[in-house]
Structure formats: C-alpha cells, structure tokens
C-alpha cells in the first residue's frame, strides 16, 4: 500500500465549477498536510496547509481533513483554465521534528473553458 | 516571503563531468534543506535532508559519493553530481524548511533540469 495515494486523472472540470481532489494516506500518526500545485515543467507551489479536522479555506481554495478517515481533500472553487496543473498531496510524518514530507504522485487537472 | 533560488535554471553537460547545483533561500533563514529529484511524468523523488553545519542524510538507494551535499549556511545548500552519466539526467528540485515555520512546511526552488550527453 502507497503511503499517499491520490488519483493520477487526468480530471477534467468546466470552467466555473468546483474541482474536488481527494487524497488518502496510511500512516495515522500524521501530523499535517499539504497541496502544491506544479505546472507543467516547473517546481511545486505551496497552497494551502491543513493540520486540524475540518475545513481550511483561502480564497478559492478549500482544505479538508478527516484523520479519522485518513484523508484530506482540496476543493476549487470558480474553477479557472489557470488552475489547470498537477496538484500534489504531502503528509508530514508522525515523529516530533521529522521535517520529511511523503508526497503523492499527483492528480493532474484540466479545466475547460 | 520565502523565496528559494536555484542556479543554475537548467546544465547540460558531457558524461563524465561533475555538475554543481546552488539552492538559496532569499529572505529567511533555512534550518532544513531537501534535494528532490524528479522524471518525466513521475512524482518527486526525495534525494537527501541536509541541515546547516551537519552531514547530509541520504534517502536509501541514494549513492552519498555520487550526490555530494554541502549545506555551508543557514540560506545555501550544494547538490554536486559527480561523474555524471546520462541516466542522472532528470529535474533537480531543492526545497527549505524556515527557522520557526509551520512544521512540514517546504519552499521549493524552480528547478534545475540536467541533461547528460
């Protein structure tokens, strides 16, 4: 079993609507989560970061996690052809101080105008 | 605020060679540094954990004499490949933790593609 799994896609998802990604992970003990987003051919850009249950939201973006469940997910609100990326999840280990992100392989959404 | 630099953005360069890659955070100072690597289509791939003054923790798998990591500062970390082959081409992606962030949080750096001939 992957550490963190997440749907490869492709997603696609009209322009305006909400893009939803999902991810589960293994270890129970994690401790936070995160979402890059990466462009085709660049590095990845922090978005948000979750670390308690429920909801986070920053603008059109929206964190959810459910440790009980073992995943977090990430909506998209208003989607636009700009979002249209690889949206990696990252988990923090369980240990205190273990600075170590595992990351997904990435969903990759398109949005279409 | 957090901005990580890497130079050079992208190095080609003959088999053999050695290929030095500089990861700079610009604006706070960095207590951890990651060295990822990344193939086409494939998810990042952490190489090493480098912490200011200390030696380089290597991921299994990951040859230490080939990958060299000098992390001289709090804002500057080195990824040597030494000896390089073709097979070690890929996109080389540095990442910094900051003194008193969020825990877990990583900047990354944009980049540095290397193509061995």
């Known amino acids: 079993q992957k550490e963190v799994e997440q749907n490869s896609g492709p ?10 990604l999902n991810c589960t992970y293994s270890d129970r003990g994690s401790q936070s989560f995160f979402w890059y987003r990466q462009y085709s051919g660049k590095s990845p850009e922090l978005i948000m970061f979750i670390y308690s249950n429920g909801d986070k939201e ?14 977090v997910s990430l909506l998209i609100r208003d989607s636009q052809p700009s979002d249209s990326a690889t949206y990696l999840c990252a988990v923090n280990g ?12 990435g969903t990759r959404l398109t949005i279409i105008p | 605020g957090a901005v990580v630099s890497q130079h050079p953005s992208w190095v080609i360069c003959k088999s053999g060679t050695s290929v030095k890659i500089e990861c700079r955070s610009l604006d706070f100072q960095a207590t951890t540094m990651f060295w990822y690597r990344q193939f086409p289509k494939q998810s990042l791939m952490l190489m090493a954990t480098s912490n200011e003054g200390s030696k380089a923790t290597y991921e299994q798998g990951v040859e230490k004499d080939k990958f060299l990591i000098n992390h001289a500062s709090l804002t500057l970390s080195t990824l040597t490949v030494t000896s390089a082959h073709p097979e070690d081409s890929s996109f080389y992606i540095c990442s910094a933790r900051a003194r008193g962030g969020f825990p877990g949080t990583q900047y990354f750096g944009p980049g540095t593609r290397l193509t061995v001939l």
């Open chain 1, 58 to 71: 920053d603008g059109r973006f929206t964190a959810q996690l459910n440790k009980a469940s073992q995943y």
């Open chain 1, 11 to 20: 997603l696609s998802v009209p322009e305006g609507a909400i893009a939803s």
């Open chain 1, 94 to 105: 369980a240990n205190f101080g273990n600075e170590k992100l595992t990351f997904g392989t």
